[in-house]
């Protein structure tokens, strides 16, 4: 997936050296590093800086190599220190990498959202073949049986992928504040009853109708077909499947590369408007570092992927019941029961792994606080 091949000579020195004034090493930093297996970009840059998003302003790619942005196990880095700041040089362990690249991030995480996930709108989805039908009137299919599918146009021998809903997003206004632990919905798949992504989701989706922007419906792909009689219906022959068929599932064009993996962790040029964090995985009032989140906002606002963003929760509004003397100062600048609004808290750093046109999925990378729904984002490097 990674693995690329470098017209290169082994051993050859890549040079890097870009340089800027905010860039500060991490205390401990070491003077070479020889890169292993397991090693993400992430962890490598957060070797060398303290703010790991800043690693273009010390890696810049070398013209005279394909693809030199990506590292392998194997390559020695080496930190030289200029009049200018700090920069990266790499030494290349062979010529022809026998390894795949350094991920940006543990894939191991996220795999799951970058291969059988994807969103769709509301048109795509009414306009989306579904199955009408199963083999001898059954009322789930499996693998190596005949589906019928309303709708499709499709020719004998493509193949295909089933999919499902198993959640919705939606934009809330800025201005409404309420429990996230009030709504939740919890979409469950065909496994035995359990809940095959459970995404616990903010606290307006019914109560604001009207007043929430729709962003999407989370479809998940469980399972390939291959058409075996065109018409409408259609037959499709079930592949392998992770669950099983339910009528009403929909048939979509197989995404032959549905991400991108090839991306460094950098800062935002802006922050989208209103940018939040919409949904988390399972049923929790809150997550931590290496759990996956949905962000409010994709690709048509500029979110992009290695996008790092610092997350903040807004600060409480709460009433000052301190009672002064009559008469006094104090009393007259700050009344009893006044309303209060609190400073917000930084709370941690989420970075974009993967985007869709009005909703991103991101991996919370460090945490101080524990992260909540509807915390909102903001520059890495200033606070609001």
């Known amino acids: ?21 905010t860039v500060e090493l991490a205390d401990q930093h070491p003077a070479r590093y020889t890169v292993k297996k397991g090693d993400t970009l992430w962890d490598i840059s957060a070797r060398f800086l303290k703010k790991p998003w800043l690693w273009p302003e ?48 543990p ?16 048109e795509e989805l009414r306009n989306a073949p579904h199955v009408v039908g199963i083999e001898e009137d059954r009322l789930r299919g499996t693998s190596g049986q005949l589906v019928y599918v309303r709708g499709l146009d499709a020719q004998p021998g493509q193949r295909l992928a089933l999919v499902r809903p198993i959640g919705r997003y939606y934009d809330t206004p800025p201005d409404v504040k309420g429990d996230p632990q009030k709504i939740h919905r919890q979409e469950r798949d065909a496994r035995d009853g ?17 007043r929430v922007r729709f962003l999407g ?28 068929v339910r009528p009403g599932d929909f048939v979509l064009p197989l995404e032959e590369r549905p991400y991108d993996d090839e991306y460094v962790p950098h800062p935002p040029a802006s922050v989208p408007d209103g940018m939040r964090v919409i949904a988390f995985t399972d049923a929790l ?7 996956v989140v ?20 807004s600060g409480e509004t709460v009433v000052d019941r301190t009672d002064y003397p009559e008469n006094s100062a104090r009393k ?34 460090d945490t101080v606080k524990p992260i909540r729904l509807d915390d909102w984002l903001h520059d890495p490097d200033s606070t609001p």
Do not use: C
């Open 294 to 313: 949905a962000l409010s906002r994709g690709a048509e606002n500029g979110v992009e992927n290695g996008q790092v963003y610092s997350i903040y929760h």
């Open 332 to 365: 007259f600048f700050n009344p009893k029961d006044a309303k209060v609004e609190l400073p917000p808290e930084f709370v941690g750093h989420v970075l974009v792994f993967r985007t869709f046109d009005q909703v991103s999925y991101g991996l919370v990378m």
């Open 58 to 105: 010390i890696w810049q790619v070398n013209p005279q190599v394909r693809n030199p942005h990506l590292i392998y196990p194997g390559d020695e880095l080496v930190l030289g220190l200029g009049s200018n700041g700090p920069g990266l040089s790499a030494i290349r362990a062979r010529a022809t990498p026998v390894d795949e690249a350094v991920p940006p991030i």
């Open 1 to 21: 997936m990674l693995k690329k091949l470098l017209p290169v000579a082994a051993g050859l020195l890549v040079a890097f050296a870009a340089y800027a004034a």
């Open 194 to 210: 359990r809940r095959a992504l459970l995404w616990r989701h903010g606290p307006h989706e019914f109560s604001l109708k009207g």
């Open 107 to 122: 894939l191991s995480h996220i795999k799951q959202f970058l291969t059988h996930t994807r969103i769709l709108d509301d």
């Open 285 to 291: 009032n809150a997550v931590g570092p290496k759990q």
């Open 217 to 244: 419906y989370e479809m998940l792909d469980y399972a390939t077909v291959e058409v075996t009689r065109a018409g409408n219906p259609a037959s499709v022959l079930v592949g392998e499947a992770d669950f099983e």
